[in-house]
């Protein structure tokens, strides 16, 4: 397991010992592991040759503890990292202190998308469209598997910016299947001052 901050962010404030303390606890193994099982089977399962990386562990906002060692406010990623059972993946897990001052977790897409929580949210309408066109038949389509592929755009060709650069685009790949279909699907990201343009052209996914 290893702790993360991203390289431009300030990090936020928490006792390392106790947050150690607290991800090799009991209380925290029960609820990693009631919040896997969020996931459906297509995006992880457990079978003997199963393999999980080093986790990675991203502080979001500063972290406090009640006397028994257990969170009571702040937010943090957990990604995992899985291979071996048919999906090589990582899975994404956002953990944060509700405002009942409970824990509670947000399962986010699998893989290595750029796109926060609310992004991924609005972009499924579009990463969904494509595959429904090709499989009209199909009504559930499960995204096993997203790619960050690079900063710019690929088509049309957009260079990248730089990372000093206010808005900086990006393009990735969502794999999603259904009814026995797989698709990859390119995604483009457009940030400007309104908020992030998503863009998918149908005829860009690629059927596996």
Known sequence: MCLAFGARAQAPEFDR????????????????????????????????TLQSPETTISPVQSITFGPEGVPTAGSWWERFPIKGCGNDTILNLNFFVGT???LQMTAGLPGTTHANLRLQHDALFYAMMGPGV???????????NTRFEGFGLKDPATPDPGADAKFRPWWETWTLIGCGHTFDVPMDFTPDATGTQIT???ETIVEH
């Open 100 to 102: 009942d001052g409970k």
């Open 200 to 202: 998918q052209k149908v």
């Open 17 to 48: 010992a106790l947050f150690q303390k607290y991800l090799a606890s009991d209380f925290h193994m029960q609820v990693l592991n009631k919040a896997l099982g969020v996931f459906p089977k297509e995006v992880f399962q457990k079978c003997p």
């Open 134 to 144: 090709r499989q009209k038949d199909c009504k559930q389509f499960i995204i096993t």
